[in-house]
């Protein structure tokens, strides 16, 4: 079951720069995206979050886009910072029910 | 702030043995879920609980397991027989409604490791 997918097991980048991660998913079904980031020997902690009869939401450092037509969706970080290195989960949720179903996570570096 | 809390962090049992696994969620959310995380595998839903009943389960969530919310702040996860297939990370989250993006809030999660 592969409804949602991150391509990218691994990304690093120069602190500063922008960060971009991309997911991609197959059910039409999804009506909201959230994002979520994981530290080791942490739960996963909720980012951001997108409806999906939109295309931008933007928080701070974090702005998700949303392509409905391609069925992706990527997460900006701008500027990244070192606190930022995490492994970083898409998911999506379908509607009228309450589970999450993520992505397998891409692990974001941030070099200083 | 609020946190969900998870009993214990790191637990080791024989296979056939029962586990039971324990979670505080944040006290004013109303919605429960299981999720667990095999390693090297993507975290997966096990099962959401609202108004003391299972609203939604995986096909994971076979027989072997159950779910309680035995008093007014504890939530637990009760596997009957543990397999080898088991050991994972498991995760219990909360949230305050299901509507809308449903912001789920994640304990720290239990390594079950079963021998």
């Known amino acids: 079951d592969q409804q949602v997918k991150q391509n990218s097991p691994s990304l690093s980048v120069q602190e500063g720069r922008i960060s971009i991660l991309n997911c991609d998913y197959t059910?039409?079904?999804?009506?909201?995206f959230l994002w979520y980031k994981k530290y080791p020997a942490e739960g996963p902690t909720f980012l951001i979050s997108?409806?999906?009869?939109?295309d931008k939401n933007e928080d701070g450092r974090f702005t998700v886009f949303l392509n409905k037509s391609a069925k992706h969706l990527s997460l900006h970080i701008v500027p990244s910072q070192p606190g930022d290195s995490a492994v970083y989960f898409c998911?999506?949720?379908?509607?009228?029910?309450?589970?999450?179903?993520f992505g397998t996570g891409t692990r974001l570096t941030i070099i200083p | 702030e609020p946190e969900v809390t998870q009993t214990p962090s790191h637990q080791v049992t024989q296979m056939g043995q029962e586990v039971i696994l324990r979670c505080v969620p944040i006290?004013?959310?109303?919605?429960f879920y299981w999720y667990r995380q095999i390693l090297g595998q993507k975290v997966e839903f096990l099962v959401s609980?609202?108004?003391?009943?299972?609203?939604?389960k995986s096909e994971i969530f076979d027989d072997q397991f159950s779910v309680e919310r035995p008093d007014g702040s504890n939530f637990t996860l009760k596997i009957r027989s543990t397999k080898l297939e088991d050991s994972a990370m498991y995760f219990c989250?909360?949230?305050?409604?299901?509507?809308?993006?449903?912001?789920?809030?994640f304990g720290p999660g239990t390594r079950l490791t079963v021998l």
């Open positions: 989250a909360s949230s305050q409604a299901s509507g809308g993006a449903n912001e789920q809030f």
């Open positions: 059910n039409s079904m999804f009506d909201y």
């Open positions: 997108i409806s999906s009869i939109k």
């Open positions: 998911a999506g949720k379908g509607f009228g029910n309450e589970k999450l179903t």
């Open positions: 006290s004013n959310h109303l919605y």
């Open positions: 609980f609202y108004n003391n009943e299972i609203s939604e």
